[in-house]
């Protein structure tokens, strides 16, 4: 399911566009595919670079939604609802991009409180010097 969520991540269909992607062998892919398991440094990637969640990754639990570019049409690869349902009406739509822009805003959030942790330790330890 991991390998699944990083080709929806990044818009790949298949394995070998994957492993072309990241420059590896389509048989490390596969081998990923059959342990269901990812190196960190690519699970990382696919984080920074497409902007997921590394929990959503890694919970085969939470659902993938994947939206076909700028059309009204957002299909589920995972759970229950049926893939290529479309969107009934423009306030579902609304919902929808409401929702994806308090996950941004919840990411930068993350990232700020990070960024804020890290310079409150570079600050002590820059004490040590002066």
Not at 108 to 125: Q, R, T
């Amino acid at each position: 399911m991991i390998v699944k969520k990083i080709k929806v991540s990044y818009n790949i269909d298949t394995n070998s566009q994957l492993a072309d992607y990241f420059q590896i062998s389509a048989a490390a892919i596969d081998s990923w595919k059959r342990q269901n398991k990812v190196p960190e440094k690519y699970l990382f990637k696919c984080v920074n670079e497409t902007g997921v969640s590394l929990d959503w990754l890694m919970d085969e639990d939470k659902p993938t939604f994947h939206i076909s570019g700028g059309s009204k049409n957002i299909s589920q690869v995972n759970g229950s609802v049926n893939q290529g349902s479309d969107i009934k009406t423009e306030d579902e739509l609304d919902l929808f991009e409401e929702f994806k822009k308090m996950e941004n805003l919840a990411k930068m959030a993350n990232k700020v409180d990070f960024l804020k942790d890290e310079l409150a330790k570079i600050k002590e330890k820059l004490k040590q010097y002066i």
